[in-house]
């Protein structure tokens, strides 16, 4: 009878080899898809980093060209706003007017003021100007209710 046990004994161990080989492949099977998984994630994360990283750039290079073709037309908001004052438009109407409020409007007079005094009696000794940033909104918006930004120099 022992040798029936050994064969059946041999027979138990094949069959156990056998479903631990199958277990064995399906386990290695799915780590292979985890590691492609976890590839392809790593590879389009770094890729989509890399997109939003050009366009930053981009967008940086596209908002700097943008403020330095606003300033002409911001100086000349400016003196529009300069020459309102000077038609006889009460500060306050001209901020109801503007969409600016009533101190972005005070700002503007006063650096167009300052921008016509000679300084320190010609002699260039006085302080530089400073930009000031003002809101200026849509015509009968809230004043300060816009985005636009209007720049004013005033004495620093």
């Given amino acids: 009878m022992?040798?029936?046990?050994?064969?059946?004994r041999a027979s138990a161990v094949r069959a156990a080899q056998q479903a631990k080989?199958?277990?064995?492949?399906?386990?290695?099977?799915?780590?292979r898809q985890v590691e492609s998984a976890l590839a392809d994630f790593y590879e389009q994360t770094g890729k989509a980093e890399q997109l939003?990283?050009?366009a930053s750039a981009r967008a940086a290079k596209i908002v700097a060209h943008a403020e330095r073709a606003a300033v002409e037309p911001?100086?000349?908001?400016?003196?529009?706003?300069?020459?309102?004052?000077d038609l006889?438009?009460?500060r306050d109407q001209i901020a109801v007017l503007t969409g600016l409020a009533l101190t972005e409007v005070r700002a503007i007079l006063a650096g167009a003021a300052d921008a016509a005094a000679p300084r320190d009696g010609g002699r260039g000794t006085g302080a530089a100007p400073a930009v000031v940033a003002v809101e200026a909104g849509?015509?009968?918006?809230?004043?300060?209710s816009g985005a636009i930004v209007v720049?004013?120099?005033v004495p620093g």
């Fill in 138 to 144: 849509p015509a009968g918006a809230a004043p300060g």
């Fill in 2 to 8: 022992s040798g029936r046990i050994s064969a059946s």
């Fill in 21 to 31: 080989a199958e277990r064995d492949a399906e386990r290695l099977r799915r780590e």
């Fill in 88 to 90: 006889g438009e009460p």
């Fill in 74 to 85: 911001e100086r000349r908001a400016r003196e529009a706003v300069a020459l309102l004052h």
């Fill in 52 to 54: 939003r990283t050009s």
């Fill in 151 to 153: 720049g004013a120099a």
